[in-house]
């Protein structure tokens, strides 16, 4: 279920090229909807637009027994060359309980040549690449003659038998849509409901006995913002939920979270049992230990860093974790399975716990709408009130479950009693026996994700800055570095340091560097640099020009350009301090500094200030971010906030020569 590190990585590891695609067959077989749409006249779009959807229509058909056929059309046309990259292609996902019986696809030339491409002609992989094993492959084709001017399209009908009656009809996209469409077809005496995200509700049109349909026209792009929300969350759809009138389907309606998570608890529970394998590893963990919290950290640091992450999902394995004893035999599972075991050996020291299911993007769960749109797994530990230790910041008191503390067993750079970054502030379901509870995880404080910075430097008469640079981390800050440390081998680890020097120095040399406690995750994370800056101080006759702010960017270009259409959204809240010292070249006394500064917004402060003592320039500042939403009528609030952070980062002091 884990989909951390899941970023469509097969997509752009497909190859359409050097797979040998069919150019198309040439016949007049083209279906008349697509030669319609090919026909029709569309709005004028802005001229950076690559392309616009000109149908996508949506037809589902619900079963007596609760199979799902749905056929779905959609026809593209290609404004621009740099199109070809993202929309000269289509791929379906198919799996055990989803099948393919149609595929077709067409290309209509601007000349009105008509080539088409059969589902034989298609290719399959995988359709991602973290899973060990996963029943979710794709089908894709490559148009022919995808160019400017072109109108691409393609219909396919799938059957699946859903494990939840639910859908969504997803008619915003990231390039305009003109026309989209959402037929439905339901048996006698079955119900349904929707709910509308970011859109005003539309009320459908029947078109016969329990069908209806719905239809929405020039809906804009999404537009793709820095820092913004998941588009997911800010793209209008529709969510539909199906009601069978046989009880007998009725498991398969999660009409409320309490059912949902009653539904997911009864995949879970038989999974927890521990066996006797599990119960001699952990009283060799806990062994010699009276200590309740120093218990449960041995067995969620064995979980967390013994148990591999790797992932084996074949049809209801997609949602239901493997049993505890085969994932502690096989030492590797991915989010759910290490979940379920850290629960099993929980229990063996008394102490209870739920799965958690959760989106590792925030705003793509909706609350009013129960459904299983979650793609990870973490755990909620229930805490006696005895254990009370202050660094245990992802708690929670629920007055029905007592104090939940969040752990994420699979991500190995985040300790207990702390939560990744894109899990606070985040809704999860919480799966008991008795119901689930859909819950907001708590947002840490930003004293947990810390940045420290001190530089002892020298600049020379020539203008060269050279020193040493010490960092220390923790939280959010210590687990990013972490990461972007170990994914590389050792002897090429210096090019992480050049890559963030480089966005704040030019001409510069990497002269030493050296990393502490890089794989002690339970301690904080140190950095230390040397670097040589040729050029840094700038000359005009008898003055030195120099920035006091030498490392390090919290300015932002966020709110720079045309006005914003979605929020903000931070990646943690965080203090951050920079104290920087420079010794003057021999000669030279300070003329002018940078005046202080004081920024405040409601989601973050800033305070900086330079000094000379002696003949050292001091430079201190101390950047705070409180909470991470901004919503769009606060915006102008938090860009006199960056504007006044980013002159600050600019701003020069001036040096003169003395007699």
Known sequence: MNRRRATKRWLAGLGFAALGFPIGVQADTAPEWLRAAAREKLPDYPKETLAVVVLDEMQATVKENGEIETRTRRALKLLRPEARETYDHLYEYFDNETKISFLKAWTITAEGKELELKEKDASEAAFSSFELFSDKRIKYLKFPEAKPGSVVGYEVVKRQRPYLLDDVWDFQKTIPVHRSRFTLQLPPGWE????????????????????????????????????????????????????????????????????????????????????????????????????????????????????????????????????????????????????????????????????????????????????????????????????????????????????????????????????????????????????????????????????????????NAAGYLSGEVREVRWGDPAALARAQLLEKPPAERQKVLEHFLGNSLSNFTLTGASVGNLDKYDENLTLTYKFIAEGYAKAAGNLLVVRPRVVGEKGSNLLAGKPRKYPIEFAEATRQDDDFEIALPAGYVVDELPPPVKAECPYGSYRSEAQVDGNKLHYKRTYEIRDIIVPTDKLGEVRDFFHQIAADERASAILRRAN
């Open 192 to 459: 349904f409901t929707t709910v509308w995200a970011n859109y005003p509700e539309q009320k459908p049109q029947g078109i016969g006995a329990n069908a209806y349909s719905w239809e929405i026209t020039d809906s804009p792009a999404v537009e793709i913002e820095s820092n913004m929300p998941p588009w997911l969350a800010v793209a209008g759809h529709m969510d539909v939920k199906y009601f069978p009138r046989n009880p007998a389907l009725r498991t398969k309606t999660a009409g409320s979270w309490s059912d949902l998570g009653a539904w997911y608890s009864d995949l879970i529970v038989p999974q927890r049992a521990a066996t006797p394998a599990i119960q001699q590893k952990v009283r060799e963990l806990t062994a010699g230990s009276q200590d309740l919290l120093a218990r449960i950290r041995a067995l969620a640091s064995f979980t967390q860093r013994e148990i591999r992450y790797a992932a084996i999902e074949i049809g209801i394995g997609g949602l239901q974790p493997h049993a505890a004893g085969e994932v502690f035999a096989h030492k590797y599972g991915d989010c759910k399975d290490k979940a379920t075991l850290l629960s099993a050996m929980l229990q063996e020291i008394g102490v209870p716990s739920y799965l958690v299911v959760i989106h590792t993007e925030r705003g793509v769960v909706a609350p009013e709408f129960p459904s299983l749109r979650f793609n990870h797994a973490i755990l909620a530990i229930v805490l006696p009130d005895a254990v009370n230790d202050p660094t245990l910041y992802a708690v929670l008191r629920d007055a029905k479950l007592g104090r939940l503390l969040f752990f994420d067993p699979t991500n190995e750079f985040v300790t207990l009693g702390n939560l990744p970054s894109y899990l606070q502030d985040n809704y999860g379901l919480v799966a008991t026996p008795a119901g689930g509870l859909l819950l907001t995880l708590p947002l840490q404080p930003p004293s947990t994700n810390r940045l420290l910075r001190q530089a002892s430097l020298n600049l």
